[in-house]
């Protein structure tokens, strides 16, 4: 059975929009890993943090939010795997990162390099990297501060993500086409959100890789 490692940050976790900074924060049990693996019929992997970026360490939540080291952890930890989906990129556009769509996707290549290195891929027995643009953070709830700017910088971020996804051509998809984030928080997608996700990527990955 093929093995997919889906990395990412609170949107691959599952957790669900927040009302309340200090309330407990749930997550969802019909998150996209989940329908996407039960579709496909593949072994799934869910290495979500919440919090983590391509490549900045966080002064509030830790050092370990930047996810490059725990790229390596996951790979080295886990396999053979078949492919993995790399979506991050919406908590580097946190306010006090203050980084450009340049900026975030140079975190991004990075995660290409690894992925494509002929260590890793040997390690696995060839895998497909798939490089997913999250859903467009939006300044509103109670996280609208922290995100302050995102709403500029959203299409931008995605744009130079397929942009490098086709220059170094790796499998891209844009989870903005299919879904929103919720308008609770304007970060994190509700349930329904991961079900159409799962089921688009569902669709999506059966259309572009066909492991042996």
Not at 119 to 130: D, K, N, S
Not at 148 to 158: I, P
Not at 171 to 190: P, R
Request: glycine share 8%.
């Amino acid at each position: 059975m093929p093995t997919l490692l889906c990395f990412g940050d609170s949107n691959t976790y599952g957790m669900l929009p927040i009302s309340d900074r200090d309330l407990p924060r749930e997550r969802a049990a019909r998150r996209w890993p989940v329908v996407l693996g039960e579709k496909l019929k593949w072994d799934i992997v869910e290495e979500g943090l919440p919090g983590r970026t391509f490549a900045f360490p966080c002064p509030t939540m830790g050092p370990h939010m930047d996810g490059r080291v725990g790229l390596f952890i996951a790979l080295e930890s886990h396999g053979p795997i078949d492919a993995i989906t790399i979506m991050l990129g919406t908590n580097d556009q946190k306010t006090h990162f203050d980084a450009s769509p340049e900026d975030i996707v140079a975190g991004a290549s990075f995660y290409l390099d690894v992925c494509l290195s002929e260590e890793m891929q040997a390690r696995h027995g060839g895998f497909e990297p798939i490089l997913i643009a999250p859903p467009h953070p939006v300044e509103r709830g109670p996280l609208a501060e922290e995100f302050r700017g995102a709403d500029a910088k959203a299409k931008a971020v995605s744009k130079a993500l397929k942009e490098l996804a086709d220059a170094r051509d790796v499998t891209f998809f844009d989870a903005a086409s299919v879904i929103e984030t919720d308008q609770v928080d304007g970060i994190h997608m509700n349930e329904a959100s991961h079900i159409a996700l799962g089921n688009a990527l569902h669709a999506f990955i059966l259309s572009e890789i066909s492991p042996e």
